[in-house]
């Protein structure tokens, strides 16, 4: 498949493949797929939501394209820059530019540092300003997410979990970054907090003209706050669109079976449920061809032994099914 590569992030063919223990009854080493083969791009200043069950790499993809952790093949460029191969004193430079949110806020902040210690982190590493001039920049982001300066003295252990995530974010912010990974930002949180949360993020990506690729495994939290989103399951993606092509005309059996698990808080309101049956297989025994077929209600012969591409089916619409892939060629697909 081919993808725009006009994107600030241009990911092309993205693998991470993990070694496992041979058994001790003699059977060989097994290889977990956690991403295989993924492509996308995300403009300037757009947001894409990326979702799918646990489990599916999501997380793990996201890690890769900030090289938190090392890629097993494939490409990452941001603006038109390698950085799989990109080296340390070079990357370093670049790390000022990306940043990310991570899942769980009690385990991204160290319990031994201040807020202001944790927020002018990143802006003492970089040699930026002088104490008082970092002091003064982490009390003005704070404020920006809803915070205090008078919360800089302060330790993690006494904010409650959402304002804990708001320091999480202060810090990714501090640096002013132009792409932002927010990885599962709202699982870890209470569901009375969720909503708070969430505007805060979308206020701040429409404030700063923020790229952001939103990590995330429930459907209507991405939807309200992305532009485009990308469907994972099992180390590929299944489903590419635009958010409003996607829920009003999904084409994956996968992505149909997570937009009708939604809850519709209006009884009034009736929806046709997709269930989908079973559990996703394990990242070591990926089955043959279509990864989704022992799932999935449509299933026929072609879909055991051989695994369909994702392909656009309509302008910005793509798509991994062979029952889709069988219609005729939108004049634009490659």
């Not at 009375?192 to 939103?214: C, D, G, M, P, Y």
């Not at 532009?227 to 084409?251: C, F, Q, S, T, W």
Request: some cysteine; proline content about 5%.
């Amino acid at each position: 498949m081919k993808m725009d590569g006009n994107g600030l992030i241009t990911v092309s063919g993205l693998s991470k493949f993990y070694q496992g223990r041979g058994s001790f009854l003699g059977e060989g080493k097994k290889i977990l797929r956690a991403v295989d083969g993924v492509s996308f791009s995300i403009r300037e200043g757009e947001t894409l939501g990326l979702v799918g069950e646990s489990g599916c790499g999501k997380s793990t993809l996201g890690r890769i394209i900030l090289r938190l952790i090392p890629a097993s093949g494939g490409s990452v460029r941001y603006q038109g820059e390698e950085l799989l191969d990109m080296p340390k004193k070079a990357l370093r430079g670049m790390r000022r530019r990306m940043q990310i949110v991570f899942q769980d806020p009690y385990a991204s902040l160290n319990p031994r540092m201040t807020v202001e210690e944790i927020v002018t982190a990143p802006l003492a590493v970089f040699k930026i300003g002088i104490k008082t001039e970092r002091r003064e920049a982490a009390a003005r982001v704070l404020e920006e997410v809803g915070l205090s300066s008078r919360h800089l003295g302060r330790f993690p252990h006494e904010f409650s979990g959402g304002q804990r995530q708001r320091i999480g974010i202060a810090r990714s912010l501090v640096l002013n970054p132009e792409f932002v990974v927010f990885d599962e930002p709202l699982s870890a949180l209470d569901v009375s907090v969720r909503a708070q949360v969430l505007n805060l993020i979308r206020s701040l990506q429409n404030r700063r003209k923020l790229t952001s690729l939103f990590i995330s495994h429930d459907l209507s939290v991405v939807k309200h706050i992305s532009d485009r989103i990308a469907v994972m399951y099992l180390g590929k993606l299944l489903e590419l669109a635009d958010k409003h092509e996607l829920y009003n005309h999904p084409l994956h059996p996968y992505t149909r079976g997570l937009i009708g698990a939604i809850p519709i808080p209006d009884t009034g309101r009736r929806r046709k449920r997709t269930e989908l049956p079973g559990d996703v297989p394990s990242a070591y025994h990926i089955p043959q061809g279509c990864r989704f077929h022992t799932r999935c209600s449509m299933i026929r012969e072609v879909c055991t032994v051989s695994e369909p591409e994702l392909r656009q089916i309509s302008a910005g619409h793509w798509a991994a099914c062979h029952q889709i892939l069988e219609q005729p060629r939108y004049p634009g697909s490659t």
